[in-house]
């Protein structure tokens, strides 16, 4: 089982919908989590990190960790055609010092 | 403010050539990382450094060596570079364990 599992898609969701991303992790003591989103050919940029169980909202994105089920999510409502990227999920787990763990990422891509 | 910078943004090698690909960051960060992307592999640690004059290994150091010079600047050495290498390059820096991480622009580097 990989450390860290995401769907590496592409999900392809209209513009204005709702997209739904999910990254599942093993390290159940892991306390903080990371999306990043990645445009092809450029480098990994960070759009929101959670630490506490719930939702974590900033403008059209919203993070929601699920300790318990080991799972993090990322929702983008009002999706534009320039979130199309990967998205990746990214876990500190409670060990290995400054090492964070990142999935393969899911490609979004969003129709106009 | 610049962030982080990396030089080169490009390099070919033959087998069994030497380079160092550099990095500095002016967000007066604590720790810096280098990682290595592949397709569908995700982004794997090669080394990091927590502070100034410490570094340690990540999950796939063999074949590279790094230098933290100062708080700013941290490179990543190929001694003898192998067309396994061939890899797009990150560096990375965050403030400390908060792991919030801030990437530069990347190395595409091919080894033929």
């Known amino acids: 089982q990989k450390e860290v599992e995401q769907n590496s898609g592409p999900l392809s969701v209209p513009e204005g919908a709702i997209a739904s991303l999910n990254c599942t992790y093993s390290?159940?003591?892991?306390?903080?989590f990371f999306w990043y989103r990645q445009y092809s050919g450029k480098s990994p940029e960070l759009i929101m990190f959670?630490?506490?169980?719930g939702d974590k909202e900033d403008g059209r994105f919203t993070a929601q960790l699920n300790k318990a089920s080991q799972y993090v999510s990322l929702l983008i409502r009002d999706s534009q055609p320039s979130d199309s990227a990967t998205y990746l999920c990214?876990?500190?787990?409670?060990?290995?010092?400054?090492?964070?763990?990142f999935g393969a990422g899911t490609r979004l891509f969003v129709k106009a | 403010n610049a962030g982080v910078t990396q030089t080169p943004k490009f390099q070919v090698l033959k087998t069994g050539q030497s380079m160092t690909l550099q990095c500095a960051q002016d967000?007066?960060?604590?720790?810096m990382y280098w990682y290595r992307q592949d397709p569908g592999m995700g982004l794997r640690l090669i080394y990091y450094?927590?502070?100034?004059?410490?570094?340690d290994k990540g999950e796939v150091p063999n074949g590279y060596n790094v230098s933290r010079l100062n708080k700013r600047e941290f490179s990543l050495r190929l001694e003898s570079a192998a067309p396994s290498q061939t890899s797009v390059y990150f560096c990375?820096?965050?403030?400390?364990?908060?792991?919030?991480?801030?990437f530069g622009p990347g190395t595409r580097l091919t080894v033929t």
């Open positions: 990375a820096s965050s403030r400390g364990l908060a792991g919030e991480q801030y």
């Open positions: 390290d159940r003591g892991s306390q903080s």
């Open positions: 959670i630490y506490s169980n």
């Open positions: 990214a876990v500190k787990p409670p060990t290995g010092g400054f090492k964070t763990i």
């Open positions: 967000m007066n960060h604590n720790s």
């Open positions: 450094s927590a502070s100034e004059g410490t570094t």
